[in-house]
């Protein structure tokens, strides 16, 4: 059956209300300005497009287990309920009670005026009401409630839901009684509570579809529990910016009410006045408890992260974040009273797994209840902020499993750790008061700083650890109790400052007025060369400082450590560099100083100078090369990677093998530069580079028994530079090379000689510091290194390439001077020393040439090649400390074997004059040289 309801003109009232009592469906269309719709007795009212105005009644109404349909996404429901104007009567727009069922399925928009209700499940005594709707929108006045399931009711809202307020004390979603609301779409809201009340059989708010909750205005808050109601929002964004002078609170718990917030974002900011991120409130006797999960709470306002005014309450964060701004109220307050949190029972705080920005401040009222707080932080939650425990009262702190305290506590009442891994960090340079008693069984440590006064009452430490601070001056992190102190073992570990264990300094660790009961277990440090002792008499624990049986070389761990290590020991134990020694904090710091101590870099500066005279061999020998080259190559060979004397007429490029009448004299000269480094790793890196020059002359001799042999002479110079930084050392070096070569040719076969000599002035510096003690170090002294060396070639050419396979061998004497360090206790005096050492090359060269542009031609040449080296590889120096015995220092090695590898390119300028540059590299087992060439020849 169909029948239109009224028109603008009609209106349905309480007297005149039409009710369906019929065994079948009715459908209603429903369009005037005032309504009213009622199904019951088990009936069925489909209502087609309808919009319609409430006033002083209800426009939709389903009682007595009858149902209302509507299902018109064409056309959505439009209601309007005005402000209530009858007296103590109110306005409901769709309401469903005794086991009624309301159903809205095609959208639409519930406008409630003040006073009013826009969708209400069950009223009365008879349990049951179910209303589900999609796609609806409420837009709630001030004063006004949006949808309410009371009673044991049901309220389902699908699809997109979508809640306005406008006013402080506007309602979006109430349960009470038992009832469940249920939002499995996403839901939008401004300005509106969500609201959980009223039944020891709990009622329930579950938003499950994610969203955005947005309070603005001068609203009050967002989420509310109270009387054993519980309120989810998983995938939510609630948001709160109000002018509200005070009250506004994110969620708001209170009784034995549950909120449990997952996968969500909460921030708050007010220009007016304080917002709660959390309130936990209510009855002493009762328990409230808020769970995050995955969450972020944001504030930043005059108010708090969590709000504390009562209750044995609890708030539980699993993998959240919790931020209190700068300005805000930290993490735990409570303005309200005056005090900073106020505790008339307990507050248990569980985090796993989150992160906790900002300052927890703690203190109590009066002098009721336990006042107890317990932190329980696991997993890998970070505090990052301070929990600071203030007040007067006999308020307790208690950290348990893995909390990690950073703070200090100002006039707390109690403070425990209970366990193991409780930790309190108490910052250094300051100092912290307890009125109570500390209990310790985790770890008390003072932080770095300067030294700090911890004063309570009394202090139990029950197989706890006590982390003190010392330094050189005698002062040192203290406990204070003004009443007794207990010692049930328990650790005491030392932290020195940088120089601070002087042998024989004693410490006074603990003071108890009213005396001292057992003692401590042990005392735990790092220095491997000093013990500290406790000793105590009635009021105080001392900590003293002697110097133990563990000999300097036996934690070295290196042949040069150890030597040096016993000559440091044979010094007095009353020098400056020998207590330097013994303060060593621990083991690292040893093996460090005796490294710094020991002089290395004479050593390895014998490796530097050892490494650069492959540059003045190499040298010679390419010369020689490029010489037998330029007699047997055509023309455009005559300006090789070196440069030579040749005199061949200029012509076309010919086949290799066609030998040209060659220049009997000529002066050649070659400026070079060198970096690269030697070690790393146990042996110190050595970084060194080289720049000098080669000038030499040679000629062709003809008509004597040295008939076709090639004799010159060179000189030059050159500056090297060194530095191990792990030493804090460097050195340089001013080197002057002469030397004699000859070569000869014999048909394919060719043989190169050389022999050269350098004078090497030599000056280094070095800076030893170690804790408490530091040294500046230079000395100067001569070296000289002698070199013999040959090299045998076979050619082959070819049309293009002429290769030539080859192997030479040479023979390296160096002999450094002994000298002196200038400086303090750590100067050492070395005495000469002479190194050998052998190298042996197996190779391969190759070369070409071609024409540039005309009457210009150009010579490529590569070498690649292995050098192997043998003898003294590893440098030693012979040192010794003053007034103590010598030891050999062992410097960084060069490399034993490396690859070879050098490449160039040489253009004929004229005639008479060419100009080349190459490159060459050897690269070995942490140890890499490389170089660039110019050179410059004219012949005559």
């Known amino acids: 059956m169909t029948s239109p309801i009224g028109n603008a003109r009609s209106r349905l009232t309480r007297r005149s209300l039409l009710s369906f009592l019929l065994a079948s469906s009715a459908v209603m269309p429903c369009q005037s300005a005032y309504a009213q719709v009622t199904a019951s007795g088990g009936q069925t009212v489909r209502i087609m497009p309808a919009q319609a105005t409430c006033k002083n009644e209800i426009c939709f109404h389903a009682i007595d287990k009858g149902s209302l349909l509507y299902s018109n996404a064409d056309t959505p429901i439009d209601v309007t309920v005005p402000p209530a104007s009858n007296g103590d009567d109110y306005d409901i727009g769709i309401f469903a009670e005794d086991g009624a069922t309301i159903n809205l399925k095609g959208g639409g928009t519930v406008r409630v005026g003040g006073s009013s209700t826009g969708l209400q499940a069950n009223w009365g005594d008879v349990a049951g009401a179910t209303i589900y709707a999609t796609d609806l929108n409420l837009d709630v006045a001030d004063v006004a409630r949006g949808a309410i399931a009371s009673r044991s009711s049901r309220m389902t809202f ?91 609170s994110l969620l708001s718990g209170g009784s034995v009410s549950t909120i449990k917030v997952s996968n969500s974002e909460l921030d708050g900011a007010n220009s007016g006045g304080a917002i709660w991120g959390i ?51 930290g993490l735990l307050a409570d303005v309200g009273t005056g005090r900073i949190f106020h505790l008339p029972s307990a507050l248990n705080l569980s985090a796993i797994d989150s992160t906790l920005s900002g300052d927890m401040a703690v203190g109590a009222p009066a002098a009721d209840g336990a006042n107890t707080l317990s932190a329980s932080l696991r997993g890998t939650t970070t505090w990052t902020g301070n929990l600071t425990v203030n007040g007067t009262s006999r308020g307790n702190v208690t950290l348990a499993d893995s909390a990690h305290w950073t703070g200090s506590a ?61 330094n050189a001056a005698g002062q040192n992190d203290f406990i204070h109790a003004t009443g007794t102190a207990t010692l049930n073992g328990g650790t005491v570990s030392v932290i020195p400052a940088t120089g601070s264990y002087t042998i024989g300094q004693t410490y006074k660790i603990l003071t108890a007025n009213g005396g001292i009961t057992g003692q401590f277990a042990k005392v735990v440090d790092n ?44 010094l007095a134990s009353g020098s400056t560099l020998y207590q330097a020694v013994a303060k060593a904090p621990d083991v690292a710091s040893a093996r460090q100083a005796f490294s710094t101590l020991s002089g290395d870099i004479h050593a390895s500066a014998r490796s530097v100078l050892v490494q650069d005279s492959g540059l003045i061999r190499d040298a010679v020998l390419n010369r020689l090369y490029t010489a037998d080259l330029a007699a047997i190559a055509p023309a455009a060979m005559l300006s090789g990677p070196t440069a030579y004397a040749e005199n061949v007429p200029a012509a076309a490029p010919a086949p290799f ?35 000098g020059f080669l000038i030499g002359f040679d000629t062709l001799v003809q008509g004597s028994f040295l008939q076709d042999w ?12 060194f530095d191990v930084d792990a030493r804090a050392a460097s050195g340089t070096a001013d080197n002057y090379h002469v030397g004699l070569y000859a070569g000869r040719q014999w048909n394919a076969l060719a043989l190169r000689l050389g022999a050269t000599y350098t004078w090497h002035d030599i000056d280094s510096d070095r800076t030893v510091a170690l804790p408490g003690f530091a040294d500046r170090l230079s000395t100067s002294y001569d070296a000289g290194t002698a070199q013999l060396f040959g090299e045998l070639g076979y050619r082959i050419d070819t049309q293009v390439f002429r290769f030539e396979p080859f192997v030479n061998a040479a023979y390296l004497n160096l002999h450094t001077d002994g000298f002196r360090e200038t400086g303090g206790d750590a100067a050492l005096s070395g005495r000469g020393d002479t190194s050998n050492l052998g190298f042996t090359t197996l190779g391969l060269r190759a070369a070409t040439s071609f024409d540039l542009t005309e009457g210009t031609s150009a010579t490529l040449q590569a070498t690649l090649g292995w050098r192997h080296a043998f003898g003294d590889v590893r440098p030693t120096a012979a040192l010794a400390l003053a007034n103590g015995s010598a030891f050999n220092a062992s410097g960084t090695p060069i490399a034993r074997d490396a690859l070879v590898v050098d490449t160039g390119i040489s253009v004929a300028l004229s005639h008479a004059a060419s100009l080349g540059v190459s490159y060459s590299g050897q690269f070995g087992e942490k140890a890499v040289d490389q170089s660039v060439r110019g050179n410059f020849v004219w012949r005559f």
């Open 158 to 248: 699908s699809g997109q839901t979508t809640l306005v307020g406008h006013g402080a004390w506007s309602d979006g979603l109430s349960a009470q009684f038992d009832s469940t609301i249920t939002v499995n779409g996403p839901i939008n809201a401004s300005g509106a509570w969500l609201y959980v009340a009223n039944s020891s059989d709990g009622s329930r708010v579950d938003l499950k579809g994610g969203g955005t909750i947005s309070l603005t205005g001068a609203g009050q808050g967002v989420f509310s529990a109270v009387a054993d109601g519980v309120l989810t929002a998983t995938g939510m964004k609630i948001h709160a910016d109000t002018n509200q002078s005070s009250g506004t």
């Open 657 to 691: 093998g066609s030998a040209t009448p060659a220049a009997l004299s000529g002066l050649w000269a070659q400026g070079f530069g060198s970096w690269g480094h030697l070690g790393g790793g146990r042996d110190a890196r050595v970084d060194h580079d080289t720049g």
């Open 279 to 329: 309130h936990v409130s209510n009855a002493v006797t009762e328990n409230a408890a808020f769970v995050l999960d995955n969450s972020q709470l944001t504030m930043n306002s005059a108010g708090a992260a969590i709000y504390a005014d009562g209750g044995r309450a609890s708030v539980r964060l699993t993998g959240s974040d919790i931020t209190a701004f700068k300005g805000g109220g």
């Open 410 to 470: 100002t006039n707390a009442s109690t403070v425990v750790l209970s366990s193991a891994t409780a930790l309190w960090a108490i910052p250094g340079g300051g100092n912290s008061s307890v009125t109570g008693t500390v209990k310790n069984a985790g770890k008390i440590a003072f932080q770095a700083g300067g030294p700090t006064t911890l004063t309570v009452r009394n202090f139990v430490n029950d197989g706890g650890t006590i982390q003190v601070n010392i």
């Open 527 to 570: 220095a491997p060369f000093v013990d500290l002792g406790l000793s105590q008499n009635a009021n105080n624990v001392y900590l003293k400082v002697t110097r133990n049986d563990t000999t300097f070389a036996s934690v070295a761990s290196s042949q040069s450590q150890r030597a040096v290590a016993d000559g440091v020991e044979t």
């Open 710 to 721: 090639r004799l010159g002479a060179f000189a030059g110079y050159s500056h090297s530079s």
